[in-house]
């Protein structure tokens, strides 16, 4: 018994289907509408060269418009310094002195946090802002 070239492709397919439910990796989908592009070459009766050529045109096509529509734009406001993402934003921390590293220890929270200046404001102690967080360095601001 001889499986007809578009039946892999559908089986193609739902497989990369399957295994992007399992892995959450949206790539996969995108490649998944590549299988079918090439399912659908095979059903208009094209070769398996026809048929692997256009799987990887609108694959290669659709994973980078996904690409282009989700990269950051520029100027476009960072989720480590969205307040709608982490509360830590806007909030107010007392700096009592920077070290020659240019970071400073202050207290957040009941731990110790690290501080580190966003731009070259001069280190200064009192009063300043949380814009960003980035791992686990608070990036602070003067107010």
């Known amino acids: 018994m001889e499986i007809a070239a578009s039946t892999l ?3 193609a ?5 399957a295994v992007e ?13 590549g299988a079918v592009a090439g399912a659908l070459a095979a059903h208009l009766g094209l070769g ?8 990887a ?5 659709v994973v980078l418009a996904l690409y282009l529509v989700r990269r950051p734009k520029p100027g476009e406001q960072s ?3 969205d307040r709608s ?6 909030e107010t921390v007392q700096i009592d002195g920077w ?6 220890q202050v207290r957040y929270r009941g731990t110790q946090w690290t501080a580190r200046r966003r731009g070259d404001a001069p280190a200064q102690t009192g009063a300043y802002r949380v814009v960003e967080l980035e791992g686990i360095h608070l990036l602070v601001e003067p107010i």
């Open 13 to 17: 397919a739902g497989l990369l289907v």
């Open 85 to 90: 993402v982490n509360l830590d934003i806007g």
């Open 79 to 81: 989720a480590r310094a």
């Open 48 to 55: 398996v060269s026809g048929q692997m050529l256009t799987a």
């Open 9 to 11: 492709w559908w089986i």
């Open 21 to 33: 439910l399992a892995t959450g990796t949206f790539y996969l989908l995108m490649l998944a509408i």
């Open 57 to 61: 045109i609108v694959g290669s096509a």
């Open 99 to 104: 070290s020659a590293d240019g970071t400073a």
